[in-house]
């Protein structure tokens, strides 16, 4: 079974440019959620989707959106990017109810 | 409101000693707590999971934890350290509340192996 993809892998953009990150579940899985990690503040929740309806958000300014479509599939969006945006994006689906999460390889963006 | 708190952001240990993570949880329900790794440009990989079930829970690589309610802790423990276990630990609290959930991390634990 394959596990969660998430495109690109890596990704450099300059300040004021917008960026999309792609996620795609573990078939099956409904929830993704989206996590920013970086060395000041760790792991921090962005948001989830489940059935393409944005169920829980974390503490991020409205520049951080995304979607899920009907395949379970999920982008993320930042726009006006800012040097303090430069992070590991990790995206990670599961069943749902207490399910565990699981992880892709994360989306590596440095904003230059 | 969830929260955890690894104790030690670096840890070394010989191969073949006893490996010993902490982490303590604060939650205002019944907390669900799992625990993850990540090794280098790689994602996290979950270890291992408790969910009200047996306190004592056994995971991967084998790695294992005890919930304590009392001590509110969660620690993760392996007898024998391998050199492929060098990695970042995250230990995380998540609660259902009906309406989905989402995971608090800590800070992690970065373990190192000696020979």
């Known amino acids: 079974k394959a596990g969660v993809t998430q495109t690109p892998r890596y990704l450099i953009k300059t300040r004021g440019q917008q960026v999309t990150l792609s996620c795609s579940p573990i078939s099956g899985h409904r929830s993704v959620s989206w996590y920013q990690q970086t060395p000041g503040q760790g792991l921090q929740f962005l948001f989830e989707y489940f059935s393409e309806t944005q169920r829980n958000k974390g503490n991020f300014p409205g520049r951080f959106s995304g979607r899920q479509f009907s395949n379970s599939r999920s982008e993320m969006n930042v726009s006006t990017l800012e040097l303090g945006d430069s992070a590991l994006y990790l995206c990670a689906s599961r069943l749902d109810g207490n399910q565990p999460q699981h992880f892709g390889d994360g989306t590596r963006l440095s904003i230059l | 409101a969830q929260s955890v708190t690894q104790l030690g952001s670096h840890v070394s240990v010989s191969e073949g000693a006893l490996v010993l993570l902490r982490c303590n949880y604060s939650s205002s329900v019944p907390p669900y707590l799992f625990w993850y790794v990540q090794y280098p440009n790689q994602g996290l990989q979950l270890l291992l999971k408790?969910?009200?079930?047996?306190?004592l829970v056994k995971g991967i690589n084998g790695f294992e934890a005890e919930f304590k309610k009392s001590e509110t802790s969660f620690h993760l423990t392996k007898p024998s350290a391998h050199m492929s276990d060098a990695a970042e630990y995250f230990c995380?609290?998540?609660?259902?509340?009906?309406?989905?959930?989402?995971?608090?991390f800590g800070t992690g634990t970065q373990l190192k192996v000696e020979l």
């Open positions: 995380a609290v998540s609660a259902f509340t009906g309406g989905g959930n989402k995971l608090t």
């Open positions: 408790y969910t009200s079930a047996a306190t």
